[in-house]
C-alpha cells in the first residue's frame, strides 16, 4: 500500500484562494532541488482578506475605465475636440464661397456701391467699353468685399464702369478681387481710383471729400493724406459746395469751367451766383471777364473828378433821398447832374430798388402811372 503524500492537496487549495492577492514570486534557480513546502495554513487575517478581494472586482466592473493611451502610429476614431467654440457659419452662396484673391463669381450677386463718388458715366465711353467687353471679356478684376447685410452676395467697391458695361454685354459671371474692407475704407479706396483715374469732376471731388469728413470725422489733413493730395487742394475743393445747387450742376455738366466756379465763389448770395454763372453762359465769359464783371459788381468804380461841381447842393441831395424814400417806401439814390469845365454836361441818375412786380406796380401807382400801363 502507497503511502499518502501529505500537503501537496492543501498547498494548491491555498493558491487558489489566495489568487486574488499577489502572485507568488518564482524563487530564483538554485542547484540543490527544491523541496516543496507546506502551504500555510488560513488563518483569520488571510480569510478576512479573501472576502474583501470578493466585492473589488465588482467595483472593478463598475468603476469608469481610465482613457486608454492612443498610439501615435493610430489614428483615433473620434473627432478631437475645438479648443474654442466655433462661430455660427454665414450662409454661404449657391455657387463655391470666395476666398480673398482673384475668383469668378456670377454678376447678380453684386450690388452697386453706395460710397461711389462718381454719378456721372459718359454714354458713348461706356458704349464702347461695352463693345470692347464682348470681344474681349472683363480683362481686369473688379474690386468686391462680402455683402455683410446677408452674407449672400458682394459689394462692389472699384470698377463700376467695368461693372455697368458687364451688365450691358450679358456676362453671367465676372472676375472679382475679394477684400476685407471697412464702409470708411471702401470711400477712400473708390474716391483714391477716381482721383488717380481723373474720372471725378471738381464736384464729385468736393462731395467725396465731404463724405469723409461728416460721416467718419476726417479732419482735412488726414483726407489729404488719404487721397495723397495737399490740405490746400482738399480745402478749396470742399469751398465749392458752398456755391447754389444749380451752379454746381452746370460744373458737373461741364458747362462751367473749375477756374469760373472758384471765381463765383465771391459772391455770397445764389442768386447773385446764379445770374452771373447765366449771364457767363451767354456772354461767352472768360474766366478774367467773369472776375471782373464781379469785381465791378462788389466795388463799382466811382466817376473821375474832373474838378466839376454837382448841379445839387449834397446836402440838398440827401433831403430829397430822405423824401423820396418816405414817399416811395424802398431805397433811392440820386446822383445830380454836373457841369464840366468844358461847358458841357454830366448827365445824372435817380435809382428806385423794387424786389419784384408787385413793388413796381406799387411804385407806378404812387407815381399816377398805374391806369396808363
Do not use: C
Not at 165 to 193: C, F, H, M, N, Y
Amino acid at each position: 500500500m502507497a503511502t499518502k503524500k501529505k500537503g501537496l492537496g492543501r498547498g494548491l487549495n491555498a493558491l487558489m484562494q489566495q489568487g486574488t492577492g499577489p502572485a507568488p514570486q518564482t524563487p530564483p534557480p538554485s542547484s540543490k532541488k527544491a523541496t516543496p513546502k507546506a502551504a500555510p495554513k488560513k488563518t483569520e487575517r488571510s480569510k478576512s482578506v479573501a472576502k474583501k478581494a470578493t466585492p473589488a472586482k465588482s467595483e472593478a466592473k463598475s468603476a469608469p475605465k481610465p482613457e486608454a493611451k492612443l498610439d501615435p502610429k493610430v489614428a483615433p476614431k473620434s473627432e478631437p475636440i475645438p479648443e474654442s467654440t466655433p462661430e455660427p457659419k454665414v450662409a454661404a452662396p449657391v455657387e463655391a464661397t470666395v476666398k480673398e484673391g482673384i475668383s469668378e463669381v456670377a454678376i447678380h450677386l453684386i450690388t452697386a456701391n453706395p460710397y461711389q463718388p462718381r454719378t456721372r458715366f459718359e454714354e458713348e465711353g461706356l458704349e464702347e467699353l461695352t463693345q470692347s467687353i464682348i470681344e474681349m471679356g472683363v480683362l481686369s478684376p473688379l474690386l468686391v468685399r462680402q455683402r455683410a447685410e446677408d452674407g449672400m452676395g458682394y459689394q462692389l467697391i472699384a470698377g463700376e464702369r467695368r461693372f455697368r458695361a458687364a451688365q450691358r454685354a450679358g456676362l453671367k459671371k465676372v472676375p472679382v478681387l475679394l477684400r476685407t474692407l471697412s464702409d470708411q475704407e471702401a470711400l477712400e479706396i473708390a474716391l483714391v481710383e477716381n482721383l488717380q483715374r481723373r474720372d471725378l469732376n471738381i464736384i464729385e471731388e468736393a462731395e467725396g471729400y465731404h463724405r469723409l469728413a461728416v460721416e467718419f470725422k476726417m479732419t482735412q489733413d488726414a483726407i489729404a493724406k488719404s487721397v495723397g493730395k495737399g490740405r490746400a487742394t482738399v480745402a478749396n475743393a470742399m469751398r465749392l459746395l458752398a456755391l447754389a445747387p444749380s451752379v454746381r450742376e452746370l460744373v458737373s455738366d461741364g458747362r462751367l469751367s473749375n477756374g469760373h466756379a472758384k471765381v463765383l465763389l465771391a459772391l455770397e448770395l445764389p442768386e447773385e451766383q446764379i445770374l452771373l454763372a447765366k449771364n457767363t453762359l451767354k456772354e461767352n465769359w472768360s474766366v478774367r471777364e467773369l472776375e471782373r464783371q464781379i469785381k465791378k459788381r462788389l466795388n463799382p468804380v466811382k466817376p473821375r473828378s474832373l474838378t466839376s461841381k454837382n448841379d445839387i447842393p449834397a446836402d440838398h441831395v440827401q433831403f430829397l433821398t430822405d423824401k423820396l424814400h418816405e414817399k416811395f417806401g424802398t431805397s433811392v439814390r440820386i446822383v445830380p447832374s454836373k457841369s464840366l469845365p468844358n461847358g458841357k454836361k454830366q448827365r445824372g441818375k435817380l435809382e428806385i430798388d423794387i424786389y419784384s412786380n408787385d413793388d413796381l406796380d406799387r411804385v407806378l401807382d404812387l407815381l399816377g402811372l398805374s391806369d396808363a400801363m
